[in-house]
């Protein structure tokens, strides 16, 4: 890993910016299809020779006005703007975005009526940290045998990142791990203890494995897809998932799976003890 992500991240996030894209006209002769650093410079209010400084490592503390302004310049989305926050290193830099708040381990009533209301569809409620908070039937029938379940409370970077099984209950695995360390720099900055203990604990437990997704620029969270999930009583399945956004006061979401396919459907309907063809496939 680089020892100057700071630097790095800008330099590519600058250079995948293209000059409309910031207000700007593209120009005869660009030699990068980004923008130029003079360019940036201007948009963020800094001088081209701090920036320079910046890229290459030579400064390392920027303010969290620079942060912030850069930030702007580049267009970053907030996980984007949260991960250069986590690469500046630097205490005063926690208040760059709104801080959001702790993440919540309490389920509001009315979720844990709707899980119950969705029985055996396969349903969990996340909080900011991974955390498995609340879940229904279905999914404990699904994720408990695995353990996806372990733990108090249970969490899905620590069982992703640090339980053998892991990698064979995802055969797609790297894909699951990106998605892993992505939701965690949506909800909650690293001003939050929890958050930055839970990174500390990964970096050491897990490794390069989790410590160098860290390093990847502009990690997003995909809000649907399909997911492998190998079974030991189902075999493997082809899940389908969306992440629907509780509120964004506690941090919490719910990650609700369907089959993605006939066979799933069927095996599904036979795991959670439904009548067969009640579960019905995506797209199917």
Request: with cysteine; glycine share 8%.
């Amino acid at each position: 890993m680089s020892d100057n992500e700071l630097g790095a991240f800008l330099r590519a996030r600058r250079e995948a910016l293209a000059p409309a894209e910031a207000g700007l006209p593209a120009g005869p002769r660009r030699r990068t299809p980004g923008l130029r650093r003079a360019e940036l410079a201007m948009l963020a209010g800094i001088s081209v020779e701090y920036l320079a400084r910046l890229e290459q490592g030579r400064d390392r503390n920027p303010s969290a006005q620079v942060l912030g302004a850069l930030s702007e310049a580049l267009r970053l989305p907030l996980d984007a703007r949260i991960h250069l926050r986590n690469l500046a290193k630097s205490d005063t830099h926690r208040h760059m975005c709104a801080v959001a708040p702790a993440p919540a381990r309490e389920v509001r009533a009315t979720v844990r009526a709707l899980l119950d209301r969705l029985g055996p569809t396969p349903a969990v409620v996340v909080n900011a940290l991974g955390e498995t908070v609340a879940y229904s039937d279905g999914y404990e029938r699904l994720a408990g045998p695995v353990g996806l379940l372990d733990g108090d409370p249970p969490s899905a970077p620590r069982f992703v990142f640090t339980d053998p099984r892991a990698r064979e209950v995802f055969p797609d695995w790297d894909r699951v791990a990106d998605q892993q360390v992505a939701s965690l720099y949506l909800p909650v900055t690293g001003a939050d203890p929890r958050m930055a203990e839970l990174v500390k604990e990964l970096t050491v437990t897990a490794g390069p494995a989790f410590s160098g997704r860290l390093g990847a620029p502009g990690p997003v969270r995909s809000r649907s897809g399909v997911d492998r999930f190998v079974h030991p009583e189902a075999g493997e399945l082809r899940l389908a998932y969306e992440i629907l956004d509780l509120t964004e006061t506690d941090g919490q979401h719910m990650v609700v799976h369907l089959p993605a396919d006939e066979a799933t459907a069927a095996a599904l309907d036979a795991l959670v003890g439904r009548r067969p063809g009640t579960l019905r496939a995506v797209g199917g």
